[in-house]
């Protein structure tokens, strides 16, 4: 699944709590970071969290290249979306969010309790992400095969 193509324009992550950057296929530099660490206070949402303090004011980059594989199929479950989407519905509360579609939010919620469990894993799945082009596909394994030959080189 491929989601989230770059534009590969570099911009300021504005001081918010709504966070554009994912966790799992960010790359940055652990001196980058600071002090900033997880929060273990909180249930969920800890890498949203983490991402919004960690990147507050900095530089970033949103790049078209496929530099990271991640299969959701391996670690989607349809029953964790309704808890993560209704988290997602309480931290915006709290914050008061005004920028928040919550009807949207609420639909989506109301969606993984009724239907996307009728509708299946896989079916959720290609809603949320679009597969890999030709292109694509052999954009990344071309990447992974640099990167996989420097990581020989290295030893």
Do not use: W
């Not at 989230?4 to 940055?28: L, P, V, Y």
């Amino acid at each position: 699944m491929v989601r989230g193509k770059g534009d590969g324009i570099i911009r300021t992550f504005e001081n918010s709590r709504k966070c554009f950057i994912t966790h799992a296929n960010s790359m940055f530099r652990r001196k980058d970071m600071g002090e900033t660490r997880y929060d273990p206070a909180l249930d969920r949402g800890e890498d949203l969290d983490f991402m919004s303090r960690c990147f507050s004011g900095k530089k970033y980059l949103v790049t078209d290249e496929i530099l990271y594989y991640y299969s959701e199929f391996d670690s989607f479950s349809l029953q964790k979306l309704p808890r993560i989407y209704k988290e997602e519905i309480r931290l915006a509360l709290k914050e008061k969010k005004q920028d928040v579609n919550y009807p949207a939010m609420i639909l989506k919620y109301i969606l993984s309790l009724t239907i996307y469990p009728l509708m299946g894993s896989e079916r959720v799945l290609q809603l949320r992400g679009k597969a890999a082009s030709t292109e694509e596909e052999k954009s990344f394994k071309e990447t992974y095969a640099q990167i996989m030959s420097l990581c020989h080189a290295e030893k």
